[in-house]
C-alpha cells in the first residue's frame, strides 16, 4: 500500500522525483507550504529526510498528520520566524512560489533558514501559455488550472525571469531542471518547458 | 443497553476508583505528604503489551470525571464527554483513558478539604503548595500503580497542557506522545496578575480564615465566586461575548442602580454561584499557585531549547486564534524549542470563537485534528 502510494506521487509529481534526486539520504528539509504532505513522505520514504513542512489551510493539516509527516500550521506570508537561521540542509517551495505574495523576503527566508534552497514552479513561458495569451487567453493548464477570478496565483513567472531575479538578488542558481510533464527539457527550456526546479544557495 | 450507549459515542455508565500511596511525596518546595490517595475513572481495556493507555490531564476546575455518567446520577457528564468515547476522537475502543482528581483537588483525591490522618483535621492552610512537576510524580505513581510502564499519550488542555509537556521533562521514557493543548510554556506577568486578584479575593474574604475555614463551618464563598467570575471572563473572547451577551438587558430595562441588569452579569453571577457552591477555595489557590510556578525553562535563564534537550516524545500542540489566555503565540513558544531539538511536532491553530474555553468544545477542525493524530497513536500500539 505504501510503496504504492510512493510510486503514485513519483509519477502524478515528476518535480518531487527531480527534488528526491538532489537531497541525500538523512538530510534535514523544511517543505514550504506542503499541501497534504506528499512530498516530505516521499521523501520521507525514499531518502529517510527529517523534515518538517509549514502550511496555512485545516484540511492540508490533517491530511499532513494520517501521512505521517510533522506540520506546523502558519503563514508563510509572515516569514519564518518560529525556524533558526541556518537549521535545514535544504528548505523547499514546490509550486508554490507563484501563489506567494512577499515573494522577495520568502526566499531571503529561505536562505536565511536553509543552507540552500529548492523552488520549483510552472513555467509561464511554456509555448502553450505564450499561445494563450497571443489569442487573448489567460492560459489554463494542468499546471495552471485556474481561471483568472479564482487563481491564488499572483507571481507568476518565466524561467528567464526567475534567473534574473536570482541575479539581482545575489541568489546563486545550483542546478536546474525543466520538465514538461515526465520528460526532462533540454532544447529551448523557457519555450519548451512546463515545470521547473532549482536548487540555489546564497550568492557571494 | 451498552450497545446502545457504544452507538451514541457514549462511554456509558462508569464509576470513580480510589487508590492508595503510602510512599511519602516530596514537593518542589521541600514540603512532604506522607501518604495520600487520588480518585480516578478507567475507559477502556489495557491491552496485553499495556501500550494503549492514555492519560488525561485536566485544567483548574477539571477532575477525574472525563466521560461517561454515573449509574446514580445520569445528569453528571464528564467535562470532556465530546472528546473521549467509544468512535470518538480520543476512541475508548483502541485506547485504555485514565482521568485522574490531581492532588490537592476537591472532588476525592487528597486535598486541603481532606482529613489530616496525623491531626483528624482538614488540612486547610497546611496542605504543602504544589507545582505541576509535582502533579506529574504522583501521576507516574498512579501509573506505577496500573501497571503502566509507558503512556501511548498524555493529553491536556491548558493548565492540564502544562502537565503533559511536564511529562516528557520528567519522565522522557514514559511517554510517547504529549498533547499540549491551549497551553503555554509559562505564565506572562499578565497572567499571574489575574491570578492574584483571584487568589486576593479569595484571602481577603472574612470567612477565609487563613485556609482553615472548615474548622469555622463557612466556606468563602464571596471571594471563591468573585475568583470564579473573574477567571470566567478570561476563558471567553470579545467576541464570544458580545455574540451571546451584547448590551442584552437582564430585565429587558435599565433600573439605575447595582442590581443585575445586563444580561452577561447574571452570566457570570450565576457562573460563580454555581462553582462556589461545589469548589474548594483552597484548592482554587493551590491550581493558581502551580500554573504561576510552572517555568521549565526556570533553572536555564529561560531558554527552553536546553530544558527540551531530554524529551523524546513527539508532540501535537494546538491553539484556538481567539485564545487570549494562552494564544497562538504561546503555543509557538512551546513548538520553537522542539523544532530546536528535531522533536516530531505538529502545530494546529484552530480558527474558534470560544476563547481559551475552545479547548472543550466541538470544532469540527479540531475534532478532525485529534482524531487523525490518534489513528496514527493507536496504529502505533497495535490497536
Redesign the interface.
Known amino acids: 500500500m505504501m510503496k504504492n502510494d510512493t510510486a503514485r506521487f513519483a509519477v502524478e509529481r515528476p518535480d518531487f522525483a527531480a527534488i528526491a534526486a538532489w537531497i541525500p539520504k538523512g538530510a ?1 528539509v523544511l517543505d514550504l507550504g506542503c499541501g497534504d504532505g506528499s512530498l516530505l513522505r516521499y521523501l520521507k520514504e525514499t531518502r529517510g529526510v ?1 523534515g ?1 513542512g509549514v502550511e496555512i489551510n ?1 484540511a492540508d ?2 491530511s ?3 501521512n ?1 509527516v ?5 503563514d508563510l506570508e509572515s516569514g519564518l520566524a ?3 537561521g541556518n ?1 535545514f540542509d535544504y528548505v523547499m517551495l514546490s509550486q508554490t512560489l507563484q501563489a506567494t505574495r512577499h515573494t522577495e523576503p520568502l526566499i531571503q527566508e529561505m536562505l536565511r533558514v536553509g543552507r540552500e534552497g529548492i523552488v520549483s514552479f510552472p513555467n509561464f513561458g511554456h509555448w502553450k501559455n505564450r499561445l494563450n495569451i497571443l489569442l487573448g487567453n489567460i492560459p489554463v493548464s494542468r499546471e495552471l488550472p485556474y481561471q483568472w477570478y479564482d487563481t491564488p496565483n499572483v507571481h507568476l513567472c518565466t524561467l528567464d525571469d526567475f534567473e534574473t531575479f536570482c541575479k539581482d538578488h545575489r541568489v546563486a542558481v545550483l542546478e536546474r531542471r525543466v520538465m514538461t510533464g515526465k520528460n526532462e527539457v533540454q532544447v529551448l527550456p523557457n519555450l519548451l518547458g512546463s515545470t521547473a526546479v532549482y536548487r540555489f544557495q546564497r550568492g557571494i | 443497553m451498552g450497545d446502545n450507549l457504544s452507538a451514541t459515542g457514549s462511554i456509558g455508565i462508569v464509576s470513580a476508583r480510589r487508590a492508595q500511596f503510602d510512599t511519602p511525596l516530596v514537593f518542589r518546595s521541600g514540603a512532604v505528604l506522607p501518604r495520600y490517595e487520588l480518585v480516578y475513572e478507567t475507559y477502556g481495556t489495557l491491552n496485553a503489551g499495556k501500550s494503549n493507555a492514555i492519560l488525561i490531564c485536566h485544567a483548574l476546575s477539571g477532575h477525574h470525571h472525563v466521560a461517561g455518567y454515573y449509574a446514580d446520577d445520569l445528569k453528571n457528564l464528564g467535562w470532556w464527554n465530546n472528546m473521549v468515547g467509544p468512535g470518538k476522537p480520543i476512541d475508548t475502543d483502541k485506547f485504555f483513558v485514565i482521568g485522574l482528581n490531581n492532588l490537592g483537588g476537591c472532588h476525592g483525591s487528597t486535598g486541603p478539604s481532606s482529613i489530616n490522618p496525623e491531626t483528624g483535621q482538614p488540612y486547610g492552610s497546611s496542605f504543602p503548595v504544589i507545582t505541576v512537576e509535582d502533579w506529574v510524580t504522583s501521576q507516574a505513581r498512579l501509573a506505577d500503580f496500573l501497571g503502566i510502564s509507558q503512556f501511548a499519550a498524555v493529553i491536556g488542555g491548558s493548565l492540564g497542557g502544562m502537565q503533559a509537556l511536564q511529562w516528557s521533562l520528567s519522565y522522557p521514557d514514559r511517554v510517547r506522545h504529549v498533547f499540549a493543548i491551549a497551553a503555554a510554556p509559562h505564565l506572562t506577568a499578565q497572567n499571574i496578575a489575574f491570578n492574584d486578584v483571584a487568589r486576593n479575593a479569595i484571602l481577603t474574604d472574612p470567612d477565609f480564615h487563613g485556609g482553615d475555614y472548615y474548622q469555622h463551618n463557612v466556606v468563602p464563598t464571596r471571594g471563591l465566586r468573585l475568583a470564579r467570575m473573574l477567571g470566567h471572563i478570561t476563558y471567553l473572547s470579545d467576541n464570544a461575548m458580545a455574540d451571546k451577551f451584547g448590551r442584552d438587558l437582564h430585565a429587558g430595562q435599565l433600573n439605575y442602580g447595582y442590581e443585575i441588569e445586563f444580561a452577561i452579569e447574571s452570566y457570570l453571577r450565576y457562573q460563580g454561584d454555581k462553582f462556589a457552591a461545589y469548589f474548594d477555595a483552597n484548592t482554587y489557590l493551590l491550581m493558581t499557585k502551580a500554573l504561576d510556578y510552572f517555568n521549565p525553562a526556570h533553572d536555564s535563564g529561560g531558554d527552553l531549547n536546553p530544558v527540551f534537550a531530554r524529551a523524546k516524545a513527539s508532540f501535537l500542540v494546538v491553539s484556538f486564534t481567539t485564545d487570549w489566555r494562552f494564544s497562538p503565540q504561546r503555543s509557538r513558544e512551546i513548538v520553537r524549542p522542539l523544532l530546536h531539538n528535531r522533536l516530531n511536532v505538529n502545530y494546529a491553530e484552530i480558527t474558534s470563537t470560544h476563547g481559551h474555553d475552545s479547548f472543550l468544545m466541538q470544532d469540527p477542525y479540531y475534532l478532525d485534528v485529534m482524531r487523525t493524530y490518534l489513528d496514527r497513536v493507536a496504529r502505533e500500539c497495535g490497536q
Open positions: 534535514t527529517q518538517y485545516d493539516i490533517v499532513c498528520i494520517a505521517g510533522n506540520v506546523i500550521q502558519n518560529d525556524f533558526e537549521s
